[in-house]
């Protein structure tokens, strides 16, 4: 069996892209240092494949941690490296913590990678290096804006970091995914989004509010230039998200017609707008939703969504899952966190 290292593989998009590798036979080595994240999600990993995948805790940021990590570990052909922070509006307040934690922690698994001769990386980057772009739908060849927030701009350095250090190094390859915004949970709701205090994204803000968490949502603006003025994203369900790493880790070990360095968009293609979001949840729900229009949030962009093209011919990755059953994912998901603080 092949064994992958998993770094942030607690956390929510991680937890899920787990499943995803045991599923397609691999071995999983999580490295975690839970500080957004809870250990239980182990459980609702080995709920539903039956595998509880190997774990350390550890931080990635710290060189003696994960040396030691890589050093039990130096059979894994492939690494996935999600483990970092990433609130916009924290990293605005505390840019050195950012800083310190997203650019060491890439900086400490690439010297890792070639210290123990592992070539292959997957890097979560994020739609965010796009800012506000021009011409939508955005490719991967449209222009890297400077970077609204300090989170944003570790995303565009840790990019810039990979590809020099490529550029010096003709033995690693590297696969850097940039998201959209992923949205939903598994199916079998036995792992989600666990947000820690006050959610900021969309999703997890409204379905607290509809289980009475929060008392309302507020739409951030109805006054862009859009068909019904509220912002638009491209919505991504985090279980297709998951896959298209799979396939990455594939395409890295396969190396068929491989470049040392490839970025791809993963998002739908499709733009929703927050209105839409609104409208379909009490769609699937049944629910009424308490919101309330409310002024632009601050930094917000107006538009975005992803041309996919490229994923979908070369990664031979497309997004399946509709919008109405992602959000009613994150709507059971949301049922069964409140089911379990019943029980408790
Ligand atoms: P998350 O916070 O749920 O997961 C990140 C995990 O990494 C957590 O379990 C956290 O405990 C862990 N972690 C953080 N710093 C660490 C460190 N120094 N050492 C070890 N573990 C550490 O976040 P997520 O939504 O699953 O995001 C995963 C990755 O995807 C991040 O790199 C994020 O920037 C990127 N991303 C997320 C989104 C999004 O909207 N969720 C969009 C684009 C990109
Ligand atoms: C989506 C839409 C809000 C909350 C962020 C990061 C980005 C990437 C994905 C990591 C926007 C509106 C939200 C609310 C609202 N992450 N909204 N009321 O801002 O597109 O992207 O996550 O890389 O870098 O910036 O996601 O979910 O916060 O917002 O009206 O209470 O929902 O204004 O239009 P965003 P989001």
New binding site residues.
């Given amino acids: 069996m092949e064994k992958i290292i998993v770094t942030g593989g607690i956390g929510y998009i991680g937890s899920h892209t787990v499943v995803e590798f045991q599923s397609a036979g691999f071995e999983v080595v999580i490295v975690d240092n839970l500080s957004n994240s809870d250990i239980k999600v182990l459980d609702g990993i080995k709920n539903i494949t039956g595998k509880k995948p190997i774990f350390y805790k550890a931080d990635v940021s710290d060189i003696h941690e994960i040396e030691e990590v890589f050093s039990k570990n130096k059979d894994a052909v492939a690494i996935v490296h999600f483990a970092a922070f990433?609130a916009?509006g924290e990293s605005v307040q505390k840019p050195l913590m950012y800083y310190q934690n997203n650019i060491q922690g890439i900086i400490n698994i690439l010297s890792q990678m070639q210290k123990n001769g592992i070539s292959n990386l997957v890097f979560s980057s994020?739609?965010?290096v796009y800012g506000q772009a021009k011409s939508l739908p955005v490719t991967e060849d449209s222009p890297i804006l400077k970077a609204e927030s300090p989170y944003?701009n570790t995303?565009k350095i840790s990019e810039e970091i990979i590809s020099d250090t490529l550029k010096s190094d003709d033995k690693l390859n590297v696969i850097s995914l940039r998201?959209f915004?992923p949205i939903g949970a598994h199916h079998t709701a036995e792992i989600g989004e666990l947000p820690i205090g006050i959610p900021?994204?969309?999703?997890p803000?409204l379905t607290q509010t509809a289980i009475g968490i929060r008392e309302k949502?507020?739409?951030?603006?109805n006054d862009y230039n859009t068909h019904d003025g509220t912002?638009i994203?491209d919505y991504i369900n985090v279980v297709d998200l998951a896959k298209a790493h799979v396939v990455s880790i594939q395409r890295l070990l396969e190396k068929k017609n491989l470049t040392n360095y490839e970025v791809f968009n993963i998002g739908t293609g499709k733009g929703t707008s927050?209105m839409e979001i609104v409208k379909t949840f009490e769609a699937v729900s049944g629910e009424k939703l308490n919101y309330q229009i409310a002024k632009r949030?601050e930094g917000?962009i107006e538009q975005i969504w992803a041309d996919t093209s490229k994923a979908n011919e070369i990664l031979g990755w497309k997004a399946q899952e509709s919008l109405e059953n992602t959000i009613k994912s994150a709507w059971e998901w949301e049922k069964r966190l409140a089911q379990r603080k019943v029980n408790k």
């Fill in positions: 990433k916009v994020s739609c965010t944003g995303k998201y915004n900021n994204n969309l999703l803000f949502l507020s739409v951030f603006g912002a994203r927050v949030r917000d």
